[in-house]
């Protein structure tokens, strides 16, 4: 590129399109890192003396979090666990887990494993048998966010922090306005408060960086992460937005900042007074039905499961 660094007078390596600026490899990390912070800070993420679970998943952007993560926190002089969710995928997940173990050990910060099969009695290869017309992110998502919940409460923490980044939050916010489920925009917010079962806070540290950003910073660290994608993924429709909006970023530079802008403001706006909340039949958990969602998951699979013995 041939370019100087705008920040110091070394040979920049990255042009960051929104905002004109040329970086070398330590202001572009350095950079990264500062925005976290600021994130933190706008949102009131975390406050002094906060127990944080990272939720670690051994991806590129999970484990960029816990880089930068572990470092941050030090100064707010909180604690920080980390936990993997095992889904239960052959060949996809025992390489994650270990990553994540190895980077946690490295971090000196304890690591802890969740597995599908353990608390709800199937794995995601099993389920796979026997979900019928459900669909397996759906049915992974629902167990996935249980299993955070559970994780939470026996590890016993206040704030839990996932890495969604920009891109993720901005793809989701569309994907919901499109599938009519305006009720979901919540889920999607940096903070998000899960008050009425559990006290913990749920943050998204990662909430203003630009994927490609993160990407060239686990490049840069030569983090070692999984890339290998999950073998029952179909992301029609979030490949198809994700180009769109990348697309319209390349000629609209800062376009999807802006995007995320109105995307955390709508739901805040949109959002009534949370109707009356019932517990389940079944497992007592909160829920607007008779029935939550994990329980009716788990009696179909059930139902399939004996039929097939
Ligand atoms: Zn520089
Ligand atoms: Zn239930």
Request: net charge positive.
């Amino acid at each position: 590129m041939g370019k100087i660094c705008s920040r110091c007078d070394r040979q920049a390596i990255y042009h960051r399109a929104y905002s004109g600026e040329y970086l070398c490899v330590q202001c572009f990390k350095r950079s990264v890192e500062e925005k976290v912070v600021r994130t933190i800070s706008k949102f009131g993420m975390l406050r002094y003396g906060d127990k944080i679970l990272l939720m670690v998943s051994g991806g590129k952007d999970s484990m960029s979090m816990l880089r930068i993560l572990s470092k941050v926190v030090k100064s707010h002089a909180s604690e920080v666990l980390v936990a993997t969710i095992d889904e239960g995928i052959e060949g996809y997940r025992r390489d994650a887990i270990e990553i994540s173990a190895e980077a946690c050990a490295k971090l000196n910060v304890s690591h802890h494993v969740f597995s599908f099969k353990d608390l709800f009695g199937y794995p995601m290869d099993q389920i796979e048998l026997l979900k019928e017309g459900m669909s397996s992110c759906s049915v992974c998502g629902v167990l996935r966010r249980r299993a955070m919940d559970i994780a939470a409460q026996k590890l016993n923490v206040n704030v839990v922090a996932t890495a969604h980044n920009l891109d993720d939050i901005i793809q989701t916010f569309l994907i919901n306005l499109l599938n009519n489920d305006i009720k979901r925009l919540i889920w999607n917010l940096p903070v998000h408060h899960e008050t009425y079962l559990f006290s913990q806070k749920r943050i998204k540290p990662l909430a203003e960086i630009y994927e490609e950003e993160l990407a060239l910073y686990a490049f840069l660290n030569k983090e070692r992460f999984q890339e290998v994608s999950c073998p029952y993924m179909h992301e029609g429709i979030r490949t198809k937005i994700r180009s769109i909006l990348n697309e319209l970023e390349t000629n609209h530079p800062g376009i999807k900042y802006s995007f995320f802008n109105s995307a955390i403001k709508i739901p805040e706006i949109i959002t009534t007074p949370t109707k009356e909340r019932k517990n389940c039949e079944k497992c007592g958990y909160p829920t607007f039905a008779n029935k939550c969602s994990v329980c009716s998951i788990l009696d179909l699979l059930n139902r399939k499961n004996i039929r097939q013995k």
